[in-house]
């Protein structure tokens, strides 16, 4: 199984700052056959299902603001929010499906400084 | 405009079996992979088990294997997970999801509001 971990745990960051989250699986979830890593970023808010916000590490869902953005490959991924609004208070996910079982990160909670 | 909504959750006894429905509207059903996860109280996601678009690919995370089942009925736009022998780790929140392609190995992009799964006795 690939164990995906996250860093940090928990996250405060100003308004209007740029917050930080990295996600490290334990194995390569780049497919070299067609260049693209099976790695997927969520926001979940308290009551509310999860919400993708970024798809093969760097792919923006429709919708979701240009502040947020990702990047890495194999082993080593980031999701970035820039210019930190109040609405981004969330729980953040990596989550790689490039093998099964597809498993998650443990979760950064993101809160405003 | 996706609509994903779950049905069948409630208290069931250890040892008990229990079958989710998830009702899928608004996209062409039968062209997506479609998948389940939970959420225990507190805790974060698990991915449990998916199924690709024609149903002919199925995948399953250990902690499930072998106790749940997950099937779809294209013809009424409805996914299911049928679980027996539950335990009281099984108890979470149970959501259905879509799938952003017809394969299992793709990323998920819609989730429903999830039904919730009490083992207790």
């Known amino acids: 199984d690939i164990a995906m971990t996250q860093s940090p745990d928990s996250l405060a960051v100003s308004l209007g700052e740029r917050a930080t989250i990295n996600c490290k699986p334990s194995?390569?979830?780049?497919?070299?056959?067609?260049?693209?890593?099976?790695l997927g970023w969520y926001q979940q808010k308290p009551g509310q299902p999860p919400k993708l916000l970024i798809y093969?590490?760097?792919t923006r869902e429709y919708g979701v603001p240009d502040r947020f953005s990702g990047s890495g490959s194999g082993t080593d991924f980031t999701l970035t929010i820039d210019s930190l609004q109040a609405e981004d208070v969330a729980v953040y996910y990596c989550?790689?499906?490039?093998?099964?079982?597809?498993?998650f990160g443990q979760g950064t909670k993101l809160e405003i400084k | 405009e996706v609509q994903l909504l779950e049905s069948g959750g409630g208290l069931v006894q250890p040892g008990g079996s229990r079958r989710l429905s998830c009702a899928a509207s608004?996209?062409?059903?039968?062209?997506?992979?479609m998948s389940w996860g939970r959420q225990a109280p507190g805790k974060g996601l698990e991915w449990i088990s998916d199924?690709?678009?024609?149903?002919?690919?199925?995948n399953y995370a250990g902690s499930v294997k072998g106790r749940f089942t997950i099937s779809r009925d294209n013809s009424k736009n409805t996914l299911y997970l049928q679980m027996n022998s539950l335990r009281a780790e099984d108890t979470a929140l149970y959501y259905c999801?879509?799938?952003?392609?017809?394969?299992?190995?793709?990323?998920?992009?819609?989730w429903g509001q999830g039904t919730l799964v009490t083992v207790s006795s």
């Open positions: 999801a879509k799938k952003g392609c017809s394969s299992t190995r793709c990323y998920t992009n819609y």
């Open positions: 093969w590490a760097s």
């Open positions: 194995q390569s979830v780049l497919d070299s056959s067609n260049n693209k890593n099976y």
């Open positions: 608004g996209f062409a059903f039968s062209t997506y992979a």
């Open positions: 199924i690709s678009d024609g149903g002919d690919s199925t």
């Open positions: 989550h790689q499906y490039y093998s099964t079982p597809h498993t």
